[in-house]
């Protein structure tokens, strides 16, 4: 049992990435903060401080952030140490009514983006996407998707062509069928088993059978649910049941991320079909059409259980890859695509089963043909046709299973992409990675550029971490002919402007100049350590400095004409 005041057992974690996220939730950083947590860090660790990131958002008053973490699985309780911490350490009364509002035994909620949208495919799907029926042992039946079973149980992967065929049904998995192999089971254990699988585990067993839950889990050889039963059966304390169950939803993520990234590889990414563009649509041809043989089609969906075919323009090539409506669509431009009246789609009407409402993918298998294409919208270029791979790998893997892990020198195409697609936390993810890049020149990238891509993908966090690097050395940019061009269009993008202050670009650095030489709005010094007359001997140099590199700026913006 956990007394008052009795630590919950967490160890320390002193890598780079948790220091990263402790350093965030100090400073309010919720990008940031969102980023790690995709990375699958177990939030409830400390640092060797004994600082949690839940400790250190609520006592530097960041209740945005406080409240991204407790949705996303940190425990608190007035009953540990890192909860009274973090609730009598509160900056303000809202952030510690936040956190007593969060009961221990409140349902943690998933922590990734990508296991939230698997579950809402189960829950609140937006159209019909689901290609099979489990008919359960009480008649009732739940609609899944035969690529969600096989990618997440082995034993799926191996038989449920035979459980399809034990079933007599080629689109219903049917407990009850005679001689099912899994016909011992209860009703509760397969719903149970199902929502595992989606990734919406309750994790209440209080109506549960977890004897036959359990065997259920081994017998399709998901032996992490039946070692979770098990741990969460043998806790006697609320508090301890919390604890363990946080851990059991952070390992189901993982487990299933690990298991996503395995089904991409394999069925998505290593089946991918590169054509030169004379076999395939030829020149004048509409974006969307496209002549891929049926056959190869049929080749490319029947081992993944896809219904939609990526096109990426590669320049001479195009790239086709398997892929599933059902992921995708976490893009709102696919999302829009498929809930539109594009004509490729319509294939899904004809294939849908309607007393069912599901999906007949077989077909598909008959009528190869009508198997949709959709085209990736990029812009093709011979120079960069690996590039493009790299760049679908990226995006493919973000869809799902989170993946967040961009190469500096893909992360300014990956951010063009992911605007393009209306992927907004994929875009966070890039601009995090272009602000983490040392040095950009090494990487053969240009401010400006990183300037111009923020404006098009409307990316403060871009425009302001620029303006800070050129207030940082004012006087190397203020010569360089590229800089003024881009003044020019920092000025462009505003039609009325009363004074240079509403030229974005100027306003930015003049504010990185302030915080440079410690000035504050009012053009006096922000040093807190100085209190009534001004006595820092620095401060006259630095406020001369800082009038310097001003002045040197207005001269600019003059001479390019820029003065209202």
């Given amino acids: 049992m956990i007394h008052p005041g009795e630590k919950m057992g967490n160890e320390y974690d002193l890598s780079e990435e948790f220091r990263e996220l402790c350093v965030a939730c100090r400073r309010g950083d919720m990008e940031l903060v969102d980023?790690?947590?995709?990375?699958?860090?177990?939030?409830?660790q400390m640092d060797e401080w004994d600082y949690s990131p839940l400790i250190l958002a609520s006592i530097c008053g960041h209740e945005d952030v406080v409240k991204l973490l407790l949705e996303k699985g940190c425990i608190?309780?007035?009953?540990?140490?890192?909860?009274?911490?973090?609730?009598y350490g509160a900056l303000n009364d809202s952030i510690r009514s936040l956190l007593l509002s969060y009961d221990i035994t409140k349902a943690v909620d998933v922590t990734q983006p990508f296991a939230s949208h698997i579950s809402s495919l189960f829950l609140k799907p937006k159209f019909v996407s689901s290609d099979l029926i489990l008919k359960l042992p009480d008649g009732d039946i739940s609609r899944v998707h035969r690529f969600m079973?096989?990618?997440?149980?082995?034993?799926?992967?191996?038989?449920?062509?035979?459980?399809?065929?034990?079933s007599k049904s080629r689109y219903c998995i049917d407990t009850t069928a005679p001689g099912f192999p899994l016909a011992d089971f209860s009703a509760s254990s397969w719903r149970f088993l199902v929502d595992y699988m989606y990734l919406d585990p309750k994790l209440d067993l209080t109506n549960v059978e977890v004897d036959d839950l359990v065997e259920l889990a081994r017998s399709v050889e998901l032996p992490d649910l039946a070692s979770s039963l098990i741990r969460i059966s043998r806790q006697k304390t609320r508090a301890e049941q919390a604890k363990v169950k946080?851990?059991?939803?952070?390992?189901?993520?993982?487990?299933?991320?690990?298991?996503?990234?395995?089904?991409?590889?394999?069925?998505?990414?290593?089946?991918?079909?590169?054509v030169k563009k004379e076999d395939g649509p030829s020149e004048g041809e509409g974006e969307d059409i496209d002549t891929l043989p049926g056959a190869q089609k049929r080749h490319l969906v029947e081992f993944s259980g896809s219904d939609v075919i990526l096109r990426v323009d590669l320049g001479e090539n195009y790239a086709y890859y398997p892929v599933h409506r059902a992921i995708i669509s976490r893009s709102e431009y696919f999302d829009t695509l498929f809930q539109s009246s594009f004509a490729d789609t319509s294939a899904f009407e004809d294939a849908?089963?309607?007393?069912?409402?599901?999906?007949?993918?077989?077909?598909?298998?008959?009528?190869?043909?009508?198997?949709?294409?959709?085209?990736?919208?990029?812009?093709?270029?011979?120079?960069?046709?690996?590039?493009?791979?790299?760049?679908?790998?990226?995006?493919?893997?973000?869809?799902?299973?989170?993946?967040?892990?961009?190469?500096?020198?893909?992360?300014?195409?990956t951010l063009v992409l992911a605007d393009s697609l209306f992927i907004d936390r994929?875009?966070?993810?890039?601009?995090?990675?272009?602000?983490?890049?040392?040095?950009?020149?090494?990487e053969g990238i240009s401010l400006y550029d990183i300037l111009r891509v923020s404006w098009q993908a409307r990316v403060q966090r871009l425009e302001t971490h620029v303006a800070k690097i050129i207030s940082e050395n004012l006087p190397r940019y203020l010569s360089d002919p590229e800089f003024m061009d881009i003044v020019r269009?920092?000025?462009?993008?505003i039609q009325a402007r009363e004074d240079y202050d509403t030229i974005e670009l100027i306003a930015d650095i003049k504010f990185y100049l302030r915080k440079k030489y410690f000035i504050d709005d009012d053009e006096e010094v922000l040093d807190p350590t100085i209190k009534g007359e001004i006595e820092d001997e620095n401060y006259s140099q630095r406020k001369y400095m800082y009038q310097q590199e001003l002045d040197s700026l207005y001269m600019l913006v003059g001479k390019l004409g820029l003065l209202a």
């Fill in 76 to 87: 608190v309780s007035r009953d540990t140490f890192e909860g009274s911490r973090a609730i």
């Fill in 489 to 493: 269009e920092s000025a462009e993008r």
């Fill in 352 to 413: 849908t089963v309607p007393d069912l409402g599901i999906i007949d993918k077989e077909f598909f298998l008959r009528n190869p043909e009508t198997i949709p294409v959709v085209s990736l919208p990029t812009s093709p270029s011979n120079d960069i046709e690996g590039q493009n791979l790299q760049l679908v790998e990226i995006l493919l893997c973000f869809l799902y299973f989170d993946n967040a892990e961009i190469p500096s020198e893909l992360a300014m195409d």
């Fill in 246 to 274: 946080n851990e059991v939803q952070r390992q189901m993520c993982e487990i299933a991320r690990g298991k996503l990234k395995r089904f991409v590889y394999d069925q998505i990414l290593r089946r991918a079909l590169v």
């Fill in 35 to 44: 980023k790690y947590i995709s990375s699958g860090i177990n939030l409830n």
């Fill in 149 to 166: 079973l096989t990618s997440m149980s082995d034993y799926f992967r191996q038989n449920i062509d035979t459980l399809l065929a034990e």
């Fill in 426 to 442: 994929l875009k966070t993810m890039a601009a995090i990675a272009i602000t983490q890049i040392k040095d950009y020149d090494e």
